[in-house]
């Protein structure tokens, strides 16, 4: 089984649990693209077998999201598992929210909070900040390309943010409150896309443990080159067919346009087998998801 599923996370369950239950349903190395907090929701891709190898490639960086902020006051958390820090001072006026928002639009400074996945010295921030110790994090460059408004509620907003990876969504919802004199946390998250894995075809754990009960999981992975097609695609030519399966390089000179270092998508007549690197006039293959190479 090679290829990856398109998994709906229910809120209260770990992206880890989530692979480790597809690892034991299929017997085959499992792992995951973009974590989601325990309490969030929304798409993880799970990448099965060969797939595993590709995630380098799989342009995931681009995601999507709908998230509630809450004007009830801050947490040290900044989201709605944590303890409240700051009470809130009422919910600030439609406009004032969408004349703060353009400030967070673009190539913007993100401090990561204190409590997440993030490692001190290998140990994960949020085990150091649960012990009582003093967790500083650095400012760091995170893109988000857009973020629309799309509903007011009593204490609350909706809002939907494209961005790029790394960004956390939870603390673009403090840091608003922190614009607007509000004080604000993440109430809930829905992460709607990742790359090319959207909402549409995502598939329940519930209907992943039926597919395996009935024999029909391996039917319902997406293929290896899914999330591949923003890498140029190249075909091997046949004569070449058996040395590609075993990952041997191929001559550059069957191809024109060529670029040094770019990384391709190749195809034999079987159909797709790996990602291959131009280098020194000589496509090398780094990863086979098909064949005999390593």
Do not use: W
Not at 188 to 214: C, K, N, P, Q, W
């Amino acid at each position: 089984m090679n290829g990856y599923l398109n998994v709906l996370k229910p809120p209260g369950v770990s992206s880890a649990g989530i692979v480790n239950e597809i690892k034991v349903l299929t017997g085959e190395r499992v792992g995951h693209a973009g974590t989601l907090d325990p309490e969030a929701a929304g798409i993880l891709p799970v990448m099965v077998g060969r797939a595993t190898r590709l995630l380098s490639y799989f342009g995931g960086g681009d995601k999507e999201y709908v998230a509630e902020v809450a004007f009830t006051g801050s947490t040290d958390t900044q989201d709605a598992q944590g303890t409240l820090c700051e009470a809130g001072r009422g919910m600030p006026e439609p406009a004032a929210v969408q004349a703060a928002i353009p400030a967070f639009v673009g190539d913007i400074l993100q401090s990561p909070p204190a409590y997440s996945a993030l490692k001190r010295d290998g140990v994960p921030l949020y085990k150091l900040a649960r012990r009582g110790d003093q967790v500083e994090t650095k400012a760091r460059p995170v893109r988000i390309d857009r973020i629309d408004l799309l509903s007011f509620r009593e204490d609350s907003c909706l809002i939907r943010v494209q961005c790029g990876g790394g960004t956390y969504i939870r603390t673009l919802c403090h840091d608003l409150g922190v614009r607007l004199s509000c004080p604000a946390h993440m109430r809930f998250l829905l992460r709607t896309r990742v790359g090319a894995f959207s909402l549409d075809g995502a598939l329940t754990m519930e209907e992943v443990r039926g597919a395996h009960a009935e024999g029909t999981l391996s039917e319902r992975l997406l293929p290896c080159d899914f999330p591949l097609q923003h890498h140029p695609r190249l075909t091997v030519p046949s004569s070449f067919q058996k040395q590609a399966e075993n990952g041997v390089a191929i001559p550059a000179a069957f191809y024109e346009g060529l670029r040094e270092g770019e990384c391709y998508r190749v195809y034999d007549q079987k159909g797709f087998l790996g990602m291959a690197i131009l280098r020194e006039n000589a496509l090398r293959f780094s990863v086979i998801s098909r064949g005999n190479g390593d």
